[in-house]
Every structure is written in C-alpha cells, then in structure tokens.
C-alpha cells in the first residue's frame, strides 16, 4: 500500500488491503468554506483541517483520515461574501453518513474532530447519536466537541504561537496569527501578506458571538491579529495541535 493516510487517494484495494492489516480507524475532520479576512481564502479551515487531520492519524497509526467535510456551520459568518453555510441537520446527517458507510466495510473506530469552530457543537450531538445508533456493535465514537473542545483547541493553538514571540490577547481567534502561519506554511501563494490586518481583540461570549454573528464584532473578519505570521509559527502549531488531539484521543480510547 502506497504511503498516505488519505482515503481518498486509495483504491477500493487498497483499502480493503489496509483493513487486513489492522487499520479500523478513520478519522472524520469537519472543516468549513467561509470567509477568513481581507488575506486568507474561503478554504482556510478546511486547509487546516487536512494538515492537522493528516498528522494525527500517522500519529495514531493505523488510521485513515476521511476526505474533509465542508461547508460547515457558519450562520455567523454569512455576512461576509463567499461564505457558506449547511443547516445543523445537515452537518449532522453528513457525519452520520460517513459512519454508515463505512463501518459494515470493517472500520471500527471512528474520531470526530472539527477545525471550524461553528461544528463543534454540531459535532459533539452528532456523537452522541453515532454512540446510540453503534454501540451495541462494537463501533466506538470518539469525539473531540462540544464547547470545551474549541475552548482547548484555541488554547493550544493561542499558547503555540505565544511562546514563539507571538501573543494575542483574545478570548476567540479567528484568521489571526496562528490559522495564517499554517497557511503561509501549507499554501503560501494564497497568503495576501500586504493585507495582515488586525482584528477584535478582547473579551467576547462565544454563544453571543454564534448568536449576533462576525461582523457584529469586527468589520474585517478577524478576531486576533494576523501580523507576525510565518511559516515556522504555523509548522509549530500544526505539531503542537496534533500531539494534543493525538493525546486526547489516546485517553479516551483508554490508551497510555
């Protein structure tokens, strides 16, 4: 089997191959299309999402990372043109589906993991219906969601850059420092660097961000600041988020 941990880049073989070799974990990154600043692209989560969902399952082992769901849930970012958005049923059907497809193939771990902010709630429910609907047939769910799973994944990601001379005093972040490193480090050619802005910086409400939506809070699209990005930042965050997911998975499977 070819090196790569991308699904969607073997053939029916070949997967069939990795399954006779032990791999029954797939793991389910849900990202989104929305807008991300005067200098990043549409696709920015969904780009992050495939890095950090990549080093996760080869840190894992014997894992596949399924191809990225998106759009996601970005109500609050419909404001701002080119932004997509699917109703939480939807997103919740779509992983759903990605379960029932493919757990009779033989795949019996699922991870559930969001690099948008708006599916980790969508994501954390989405779970809890997988466990109902799976558990009594040896499929386990795990899911990095909900509230506290965006709350630590932003901490990770803040504290990353931070210790690498880059601190930003903000509450939420959004197209900032860190999200633009990985960018400048994944996809450089669609960095606007004459265009690292800042953006909110400060205290905000998640629920009342979700509720009032971006633009309420800041005209540019960003919560944060994007000046100071570099690719070594983004290198660092990519590490530091995998070894943390990685980390928390590991717990949850039971596993040291």
Avoid at 7 to 28: D, F, Y
Avoid at 172 to 180: D, F, L, N, R, S
Avoid at 181 to 209: C, F, T
Wanted: glycine share 10%.
């Amino acid at each position: 089997m070819r090196d790569t941990v991308l699904l969607e880049e073997l053939s029916w073989p070949e997967v069939q191959e990795a399954l006779a070799s032990g791999v029954r974990t797939v793991i389910i990154m849900t990202a989104s299309i929305e807008q991300h600043g005067p200098h990043l692209p549409t696709m920015t989560d969904t780009a992050i999402g495939q890095a950090v969902g990549e080093r996760v399952a080869r840190k894992l082992g014997k894992a596949l990372l399924a191809p990225v769901i998106r759009p996601g849930c970005s109500d609050h970012h419909l404001a701002f043109p080119g932004s997509l958005s699917i109703p939480k049923e939807v997103f919740i059907e779509t992983v759903m589906a990605y379960v029932r497809s493919l757990a009779p193939h033989g795949f019996d771990t699922f991870i559930l993991l969001s690099s948008h902010g708006g599916n980790f709630g969508a994501l954390e429910v989405a779970a809890q219906r997988l466990r109902e609907e799976f558990g009594s047939r040896g499929v386990r769910i795990i899911d990095v969601g909900g509230m506290q799973g965006l709350m630590e994944t932003m901490r990770v990601m803040v504290e990353t850059a931070a210790a690498m001379g880059a601190p930003q005093d903000v509450d939420a972040i959004h197209a900032e420092v860190t999200e633009t490193s990985v960018m400048m480090l994944r996809h450089p050619s669609l960095v606007a660097a004459d265009r690292l802005e800042q953006g909110y910086l400060g205290r905000i409400d998640p629920d009342e961000l979700f509720r009032r939506g971006m633009k309420a809070f800041t005209p540019n699209g960003i919560f944060g600041d994007a000046r100071g990005a570099s690719p070594q930042i983004g290198e660092a965050v990519l590490e530091r988020l995998s070894d943390h997911l990685a980390a928390a998975v590991r717990e949850r499977l039971g596993q040291r």
